[in-house]
Each structure stands twice: as structure tokens, then as C-alpha cells.
């Protein structure tokens, strides 16, 4: 199922587990994560959405691979496709990045 969230929502949270290639947990402390940035761009844009301090995302527990990003005051105010690219620095500045699709929707009320 795909992820959706409603336009104008103002706290939508990201939960990532982050895992391997065959669907295994990855292990962000060896080698050791130090930072993820999350950003997020309407489909067919060619600026993201958000900068500065608004894209950090939150690493929750390491050896379980989970991190949370949760949108900036406001959210996203218009419909469509977006995708996401998870940027996580490690501790030897090693990066990797991991990708995402969701939809936002018109809410009933619209």
C-alpha cells in the first residue's frame, strides 16, 4: 500500500526502518550513523520543499535501524506525488542514501 497523507496536514511523521537489499534490519551503529536528512520534493520540481534545520530527521534507535522525520510547521499545503531521499552521514563521512514515494490527497473537507 502506498503511503499517503492529506494536504495541509500539520504534524505527518516519517517512520523509517532502514533495511538491506534481502529486507534485513541494518545495524546504524557499525559503523556508526551520526546525522539523516530528509529531503522531500513534489514530483517533476527542481527545488526541494525544505532546507536549513527543517530537513534533520530524527535517529530513534540505532541497532533497529529506525529513524523518524517529522514535517516542518505547515506540512505540504499542495496535492500530488513526492519523493524523498534519506541522506545518512556516518561517522567516517561515509553517505548513503535511501529513496521514497508517498501522495498527498485533498482532504473530504477540500
Not at 551520526?34 to 532546507?51: E, G, M, P, Q
Not at 531521499?85 to 556516518?90: A, G, K, M, Y
Amino acid at each position: 500500500m502506498a503511503v499517503k497523507y492529506f494536504k495541509d496536514d500539520t504534524l505527518p511523521k516519517f517512520k523509517f526502518t532502514i533495511k538491506d537489499e534481502d529486507g534485513n534490519v541494518v545495524d546504524l551503529s557499525n559503523p556508526d550513523l551520526t546525522s539523516v536528512k530528509c529531503f522531500i520534493r513534489k514530483h517533476d520540481a527542481v527545488a526541494n520543499l525544505f532546507s536549513g534545520g527543517d530537513v534533520n530527521a530524527t535517529i530513534i534507535d540505532k541497532p533497529t535501524g529506525r529513524i523518524d522525520y517529522t514535517l516542518p510547521t505547515g506540512g505540504i499545503t499542495a496535492a500530488g506525488t513526492y519523493s524523498g531521499q534519506l541522506q545518512l552521514t556516518f561517522s567516517s563521512s561515509a553517505q548513503q542514501t535511501e529513496r521514497f514515494q508517498f501522495q498527498v490527497e485533498e482532504g473530504l473537507a477540500a
